[in-house]
């Protein structure tokens, strides 16, 4: 584990209990609804969130559609939370850069207001190709900066001490995603939100 997963995991087991509430929490909220709208999700999928926290986008997502849902995050407290919000589902601590699922299992890999605290972003993104079925989609909701702003507020990120690593501009997580074998990479931009989909191919 790394410096920026050991900051994640320590400044997410304090946010577990009460996330929701809390300023982050809300703020993501937004992330998850327009992840919710957006990604092709069919009853009887497979459906892996990395990153998971306390399990509320799984839990929104089976509002909608029957599915076997997996999540997996730094934070064991956070997955703690998202098992008692999910008791049919299958948690598991551990790292963006190395998911614990057999190959070619997983229908659709969402990550919600989190890719910017995954430490090798190529990494994650062979892992999440590896893990997917032929054909399986990658959604990919994430702070959204014009260039300026990213330019300025990336130096900033590793000073907050959360596991912030770095904010990416849409080509770039699409650039990361197609070089580890994915097609299609599509964007959408709402407001502060970018929304990045592959498949994999």
């Not at 910017?116 to 959604?139: D, N």
């Not at 001490?161 to 299609?184: C, Q, S």
């Not at 959408?188 to 990045?196: E, H, P, S, Y």
Request: aromatic share 10%; net charge positive.
């Amino acid at each position: 584990m790394n410096k920026f997963e050991k900051r994640s995991r320590a400044a997410y087991d304090k946010k577990a209990a009460n996330y929701d509430d809390t300023f982050e929490g809300k703020f993501t909220y937004s992330y998850n609804l327009l992840l919710l709208e957006a990604a092709d999700i069919k009853d009887g999928d497979t459906v892996l969130d990395v990153a998971c926290g306390n399990g509320r986008l799984l839990k929104m997502i089976a509002g909608r559609h029957a599915i076997q849902g997996y999540g997996i995050d730094i934070s064991e407290k956070m997955t703690l939370q998202a098992a008692l919000r999910n008791p049919a589902m299958q948690f598991s601590v551990g790292s963006s850069e190395q998911l614990p699922y057999p190959g070619g299992t997983v229908d659709v890999l969402t990550v919600s207001a989190a890719y910017h605290h995954f430490p090798h972003v190529g990494v994650f993104a062979r892992e999440a190709y590896r893990v997917l079925k032929p054909g399986g989609k990658i959604y990919i909701a994430e702070v959204y900066y014009p260039l300026f702003q990213r330019l300025l507020y990336s130096p900033l990120l590793p000073l907050l001490n959360e596991g912030d690593v770095k904010f990416y501009a849409p080509e770039a997580i699409m650039r990361t995603l197609t070089e580890a074998g994915f097609t299609g990479p599509t964007q959408m931009i709402k407001g502060r939100i970018q929304l990045i989909s592959a498949r994999k191919g």
